[in-house]
């Protein structure tokens, strides 16, 4: 799965500051709709999120979406949208992470080239909100509604890494059996697909799918992780049920790269990717 950084059941350090942090943001946007007259069906008319959204964000059940301080500002006021801006950055999104993600993560972050192969599910990086929370919701044993929404904060907020990296280079090998399953129903997979062609119109990404057929493949061991450190030192990382793997042996490796090399070589190259992903979602 890509890095799946759910948090611990064992982590009780970190739900209750973020179930804490949302409280005190509802209760702010709460404040400030009633200063302004308005119920929450008005308010979720002017911002274009229906009132049962808005009223998750003001019980603290739901993460509040980045565009949210700006939609408000029109209904609200200038000063309203900045209020509300300040009080998500108190947000400690990161509290969703696993603790045995945690390590990778901070290479993650640094990083200036980022690899993944991926033959279970879409790689964390590249999931659409639907499809994150398709994952989260059928994952057993279930949770909180509360840790959910920690969880599903945590991997949106990661996925900031491409856009406030551009100059990192991510390449992401998907076996086309990830997108066949149809995880979540259709409509879930069509925003998958639409996801992975606009992402990989960006200069910096380069996303291949590895076909269903495919008799020469190096990927039978699994799905891996590299990434390159600011030192040019390489890193990897691979994953199973509730544990994790950090690779810093170069032998170990070398042994990920050559692999990883081969994927790239024996996946489809973008335009033929871009034209199965248009098939597929024509299917659909």
Known sequence: MAPDHHTEDGNHQTEPELSDGLKTFGAVLKALREAAGLTQEELATEVRYSAAYVAKFEQ???????????????PLGDTAGKVLAAAAKTLRRKAGLASWFLQWAGIEQ??????????????????P???????????????SEAKLEQEVAARLERQQLI????????????????????LGGPSITVGVI??????????????????LRREDHAGANGQMYLAES???????????????????????????????????????????TV????????AI
């Open 60 to 74: 603290g059940k739901r993460f509040p979406p980045a565009d949210l301080p700006t939609r408000a500002e029109g």
């Open 110 to 127: 640094e990083a200036i080239s980022l690899y993944a192969y991926e033959c279970r599910t879409v790689p964390g990086l590249l999931q």
């Open 129 to 143: 909100e639907g499809y994150i929370r398709a994952v989260f919701e059928r994952r057993l044993p279930s949770v």
């Open 163 to 182: 856009m406030q990296k551009p100059d990192t280079t991510f390449s992401f090998v998907i076996e086309e059996a990830v997108l066949e399953r149809r």
């Open 194 to 211: 639409d996801h992975l062609l606009n992402t990989g119109q960006r200069p910096n990404v380069d996303i291949q799918i590895m076909p």
């Open 230 to 272: 600011p030192q040019h030192e390489w890193y990897g990382y691979v994953e199973g049920h509730r544990s994790s793997a950090l690779i810093t042996a170069p032998g170990d490796v070398s042994v990920l790269q050559q692999r990883y090399g081969k994927l790239r070589s024996q996946a489809l190259d973008w335009r033929a």
């Open 275 to 282: 034209n199965l992903l248009e098939q597929t979602r024509g």
